[in-house]
């Protein structure tokens, strides 16, 4: 009975069950015996009161010291992430139906997705993305895609993706968004889609109570909601500051949202960066200007000293890659040691003219250089470490393979491998299939490799 009692979740249900257990337990016998004895003795009457009133109040401080901790146990994030995923029954493709689709901003929708089934889902690690599968007509086979989880609940009946329709990027012979474009014009309520099981790293570990400051930009405010919610219902006595940047207030998605997880948790910091408000937005942030290094330097900093005694604390950066790059270079010039500082990056696809592209040299020209063979795209191009992986080394030098998670977690930058060998940077959680390999977190191992690109 004490340890179904510890396994309570709510503290004030978990603290009346163990006060009244425990007075029943004390209260029944001791009534017993002195009954038995001196049954008509007034004193007797104040006694056994007096009893059940002390255990009871001894049992609810004891429900709630020795509950156990609803936060995350202090283990290391790859084994925390490894073994919630290999916890979870369902591995492969599930249908889930699209139960409701809000729009957030002028270009961000909100989708939540329920299991057609009917089961239970797993809970996800707060930064966590989902994987989903779209059958979009014209194309030759599923798009599959990687957005974040932009919400936390303790049990969850549903998932919540927030997507922002892609344009075609700037000063590239990229499209629009494939999958994103389909999602806000294709996908409605009562529409199925297929989805696997929430992964990922970019995660807050729960039990720390180191400060952390969430920045993001754009829809990279997606997985700082999920992080946010889950600190305010697992960890609230640790301080968060949350950082977003956007143009301005139409282009400020779950604004509200996030004013009323602060409203409920007082260690949760909001800090709103608009680079070009409008008359509209008076009061409705904090600072003009941009999310920099600076910002952080001259206003969370001060506020983390006064309240936390240091400003030591872990970075959570997530949006463009200009931004988290500029981020990134900033804290490191400051000081923040680079393994306080995680990351999420957004695929994006490289300037046209990119001044990373590698000379195309002859095939079958004798050279000491690891030559990468596009065999599709007629290319053979020289290949050096700092290039990266194949996938970023494809996209510096104008080839756009298909993609999605660049973690090696969906399988959509599989291909075939016709010579040579890679070596990957981390294993893959994708399978993959016998002379195929993924190239978005693989490099060359070989003096030369042949791809199907």
Not at 291 to 305: F, G, Q, W
């Amino acid at each position: 009975m004490l340890e179904e009692i510890r396994e309570i979740s709510n503290p004030l249900f978990r603290a009346i069950t163990s006060g009244i257990f425990l007075s029943t337990l004390v209260t029944i016998p001791i009534t017993a015996s002195l009954y038995l004895f001196n049954p008509r003795n007034e004193a007797t009457h104040k006694l056994i009161v007096f009893v059940s009133l002390a255990s009871a109040a001894i049992g609810t401080i004891g429900g709630v010291a020795t509950g156990k901790s609803r936060s995350i146990s202090s283990k290391s994030t790859a084994s925390l992430v490894e073994e919630v995923e290999s916890s979870t029954e369902w591995k492969d493709w599930r249908k889930f139906v699209i139960a409701r689709k809000v729009k957030e901003s002028e270009s961000i929708t909100s989708f939540y997705l329920k299991p057609v089934d009917g089961g239970n889902i797993p809970n996800h690690i707060p930064g966590q993305f989902l994987t989903i599968q779209l059958d979009i007509p014209d194309q030759p086979k599923p798009i599959i895609r990687t957005y974040s989880l932009s919400d936390y609940l303790e049990s969850p009946d549903y998932y919540r993706l927030s997507i922002k329709r892609e344009p075609a990027p700037p000063d590239t012979i990229a499209p629009p968004g494939v999958a994103s474009n389909f999602m806000h014009d294709s996908i409605h309520e009562g529409s199925i889609i297929a989805a696997k099981p929430p992964a990922g790293k970019f995660v807050l570990d729960l039990s720390s109570p180191q400060p952390a400051v969430l920045i993001s930009n754009g829809v990279g405010i997606t997985p700082m909601i999920s992080m946010a919610k889950a600190a305010t219902l697992l960890n609230p006595q640790r301080h968060i500051w949350f950082l977003h940047g956007a143009r301005d207030g139409s282009l400020h998605a779950f604004r509200d949202e996030v004013n009323a997880i602060a409203e409920h948790n007082p260690n949760l910091h909001i800090a709103y960066s608009y680079s070009r408000p409008t008359a509209d937005d008076e009061g409705q942030y904090q600072h003009k200007g941009y999310v920099d290094a600076n910002l952080i330097k001259s206003t969370v900093a001060p506020e983390m000293e006064k309240l936390c005694g240091s400003s030591v604390a872990d970075y959570f950066l997530c949006g463009s890659p200009s931004f988290m790059d500029s981020l990134r270079d900033g804290l490191r010039e400051w000081g923040v040691p680079d393994k306080n500082v995680l990351f999420e990056s957004f695929a994006k696809a490289k300037p046209k003219k990119s001044e990373q592209s590698q000379e195309i040299i002859p095939r079958n020209e004798n050279s000491d250089a690891i030559e990468v063979v596009f065999s599709k795209s007629g290319k053979a191009i020289h290949w050096n470490p700092d290039q990266g992986s194949i996938l970023e080394f494809a996209e510096a030098n104008e080839i756009y393979p298909d993609h999605s998670c660049r973690v090696g977690v969906c399988g959509t930058c599989a291909c075939k491998i016709s010579e040579g060998e890679v070596e990957y940077e981390e294993k893959p959680t994708a399978s993959v299939e016998n002379g195929s390999v993924l190239i978005c977190i693989s490099e060359p191992k070989t003096a030369k490799i042949i791809l199907d690109i």
